[in-house]
């Protein structure tokens, strides 16, 4: 069966039922350029991570991660978005950066 994405109706769905995550979005400059290498060269390193055009998408739980000496920068930055509440983190090259972190020119 083929559904056509104009002919469908949208379908609401209660936030309320949906389990739902929390997203903190800031600079990909809070990242050094090797951990950026990383996640642009190297897909299994390191945590969870989504690569698109202008970015990021890390998963926040880093426990149990073996890669935490080559990106300690990475693994400060997680272990507090995910203290603060926060699921994902979003590394946009267009986002503000967060104060109280380290940021680097690469």
């Not at 949208?10 to 990909?28: G, M």
Request: aromatic share 12%; glycine share 4%.
């Amino acid at each position: 069966m083929t559904i056509a994405a104009t002919a469908t109706p949208l379908v609401h769905i209660d936030p309320n039922l949906a389990e739902q995550s929390r997203v903190l979005v800031i600079a990909t400059s809070h990242v050094t350029a090797e951990t950026a290498a990383r996640f642009d060269d190297t897909p299994q390193w390191g945590p969870a991570c989504l690569t698109w055009q202008h970015g990021w998408m890390v998963y926040a739980d880093t426990d149990g991660e073996d890669w935490s000496d080559d990106a300690p920068e990475l693994l400060h930055l997680l272990r507090s978005a995910k203290a603060s509440g926060f699921d994902w983190v979003r590394f946009d090259c267009d986002a503000d950066t967060l104060a109280g972190f380290p940021t680097w020119e690469w």
